[in-house]
């Protein structure tokens, strides 16, 4: 964690973060132009973020767009928070939450786009077929994700208790394999009126005998749909990982862990 607290400690840094926090998936230009930086000064700022792996990069056409990556944070707070007063900060965080929901109920809600970032001791074959085998997507996830994964192709999310029941249902929009898949994501399809599908897009980047995994999740419909991915595509993708590097899934359903801590 030494890079993480290194580039912590710069306030310009922690600036950076905080306008990500506020607008996701910013490009240098756009990051420049809210802090008054010249292009060079935010690019040596941003590398050690990302090298810490506090900031995401991912490429979209010509543009290199910036994401706020929560884990390494996150990750301190479950070293050196969570285990010794996590009931009175939870408390508090509450207070702070329902006092800025109270202040916001007239003003329009801007729902970020998720970023999730893991590397993986496994080829990009592999990881591909990871995430479009539907007995793979079985274990790992709870469901078995059935489709042909061809451009313009539909997918199901269905449950492997038996019922057949499909909980999530989308289109394939692109499949490059063992690189890119992006697919629209829709958990209510029977929503009235209908809303517009979020699109989630898996990024499959190797390097050597490991890869980078990049889950972007966009156009999410609303603050508790978010909330819902940002606690599910961790213990979705840490399964999906313990599963191509032992053989194995976890011991436990990992998305059953945050309900019973909270």
């Not at 912590?8 to 973060?17: E, F, G, I, S, Y």
């Not at 109270?102 to 080829?123: F, G, K, L, N, Q």
């Not at 394999?177 to 929503?191: C, G, H």
């Not at 517009?196 to 890869?211: A, G, K, N, R």
Request: proline share 6%; aromatic share 8%.
């Amino acid at each position: 964690m030494d890079s993480v607290f290194k580039a912590l400690a710069d306030p310009t840094r922690r600036l950076l973060l905080d306008r990500l926090r506020e607008h996701n998936g910013q490009t240098l230009r756009e990051l420049c132009e809210r802090l008054d930086m010249a292009r060079q000064s935010a690019t040596q700022h941003l590398d050690i973020l990302v090298r810490a792996n506090l900031v995401t990069v991912v490429r979209r056409g010509r543009e290199r767009l910036h994401y706020l990556n929560p884990v390494p944070i996150h990750e301190i707070e479950e070293r050196w928070i969570s285990g010794f007063d996590r009931p009175r900060l939870q408390v508090i965080s509450a207070i702070k939450n329902q006092a800025e929901e109270y202040a916001m109920t007239h003003e329009a809600t801007s729902v970020p786009t998720y970023v999730y970032v893991t590397y993986i001791r496994a080829s990009a074959e592999q990881v591909w077929q990871a995430l479009t085998d539907a007995d793979l997507t079985a274990r790992y996830w709870g469901h078995a994700n059935v489709s042909d994964w061809q451009p313009g192709s539909t997918w199901e999310h269905r449950r492997v208790d038996g019922s057949g029941a499909v909980d999530v249902v989308g289109r394939v929009l692109k499949a490059e394999p063992p690189t890119s898949l992006v697919i629209t994501f829709e958990d209510t399809p029977d929503v009235e009126p209908p809303r517009e599908p979020s699109v989630v897009t898996f990024l499959v980047e190797p390097h050597q005998d490991i890869v980078r995994l990049t889950v972007t999740h966009e156009n999410l419909a609303n603050p508790e749909m978010f909330k819902g991915i940002s606690e599910g595509w961790p213990a979705v993708l840490a399964n999906l990982k313990s599963l191509l590097e032992t053989g194995e899934v976890l011991p436990q359903a990992p998305w059953e862990m945050y309900r019973a801590h909270s």
